[in-house]
């Protein structure tokens, strides 16, 4: 049911106090007013099958009037709740991080947070409740203000409440501790003097209920750290090794992201593609090897193809003696005559590295 179209119950008399439908007379002699038009409203509270209701004299509806008398009543009736009772319940989502999670290059599945909940009485904190009282440090009012009158140092908290619009980002990120509480009707209200603000799923949370039209978010409030020290996650990569003598090998790990470690003592050189996928990682590492060290290897070579049966050979093994029916020692390359750089393959490869289109890496030398 849109706004336009809910029954409007409350609405100003001529002192300027929000009252409700049953509490005034019927018929044009109530003396109210529309909360957003100032308009003058007749009261329609004499008959016992239509809900009680007011409606403006002139026969057409402000399309605001429900929407401002709801954000009306509900400062009124928080801030009664407020000097009413002992306990107003906080209560928001804090997360402690791993001191790595905004640099981290890791392949991981989770986010490497700790989630807990940490609950607060405003009560404990603040003594004082006004409305409409100016922001500190922007020039905007806020609903409602919390402060202390004990400690009038301490910094004090804004409600900001809405139905429709939202605060602006001047007002949100202007560094001030910030309830915003969004409402649709009498119960969210209700809600929130019993209940206290207590901070909405987050859109990506598997119990979100998107019926529920209270909506509560906190701005401005101390809600991360990075203190987290037992932090640790299983991540995956792939491995690329070469050997003094020029052969190395890719294979694919995963391990604890804090024990990433150099896998072979006697290797050359290491490095970690910090990807699960493995395809075209090969043939990338081997020229990054062959970049930093110069070792030739018999997979670099233009001679060194595939057969019908799709193994690899050297299309020269006549020429150079080498038997077809024994394990190829790559090595050979080193000391080949016969060896012809690819250099469209390397090229290709490095530009790849240098443009940064591979996947975040560890190096070990």
Not at 37 to 53: A, D, I, M, S, V
Not at 258 to 281: D, M, Q
Request: hydrophobic residues 30%; glycine residues 4%; aromatic residues 12%.
């Amino acid at each position: 049911m849109s706004n336009s179209t809910k029954y409007l119950k409350y609405a100003l008399n001529e002192k300027g106090e929000l009252v409700h439908i049953d509490s005034v007379p019927n018929g044009n002699d109530c003396g109210c007013i529309c909360p957003a038009c100032n308009k003058p409203l007749q009261g329609k509270n004499n008959g016992t099958h239509r809900t009680h209701h007011f409606a403006h004299q002139s026969g057409v509806d402000c399309p605001t009037a429900y929407e401002s008398s709801l954000h009306l009543l509900a400062k009124k009736k928080i801030q009664e709740a407020f000097y009413e009772s002992q306990v107003i319940t906080i209560s928001f989502e804090y997360k402690s991080c791993c001191k790595m999670i905004d640099t981290c290059h890791y392949m991981k599945y989770n986010d490497c947070i700790e989630r807990t909940i940490k609950t607060f009485n405003l009560k404990d904190f603040y003594d004082v409740c006004e409305q409409e009282i100016s922001y500190n440090n922007v020039n905007r009012r806020s609903d409602l203000k919390f402060s202390s009158s004990q400690y009038p140092n301490r910094a004090p908290l804004y409600l900001e409440i809405y139905v429709t619009h939202a605060s602006d980002d001047t007002k949100l990120h202007s560094g001030n501790k910030i309830i915003e509480a969004k409402i649709e009707n009498e119960e969210d209200i209700d809600e929130i003097i019993g209940n206290g603000f207590i901070e909405s799923p987050k859109q990506n949370d598997y119990d979100r209920n998107d019926n529920h039209s209270l909506k509560i978010s906190f701005w401005g409030f101390k809600n991360k750290d990075y203190n987290i020290a037992n932090c640790s996650e299983e991540i995956e990569f792939s491995r690329y090794i070469l050997y003094q003598s020029g052969k190395f090998q890719c294979r694919q790990e995963s391990c604890n992201c804090k024990k990433l470690r150099k896998f072979r003592s006697n290797s050359l050189y290491e490095i970690c593609f910090h990807t699960p996928v493995a395809f075209g990682i090969h043939e990338i590492a081997k020229w990054m090897g062959f970049r930093k060290f110069g070792i030739r290897n018999c997979l670099m070579c233009k001679n060194y193809v595939e057969n019908y049966y799709g193994d690899k050979l050297c299309r020269l093994y006549k020429h150079l003696g080498i038997s077809r029916n024994e394990p190829h020692d790559t090595a050979r390359a080193k000391i080949c005559n016969s060896f012809i750089l690819n250099e469209e393959e390397m090229n290709e490869c490095l530009q790849k590295v240098d443009n940064k289109e591979i996947p975040p890496i560890t190096e070990f030398d």
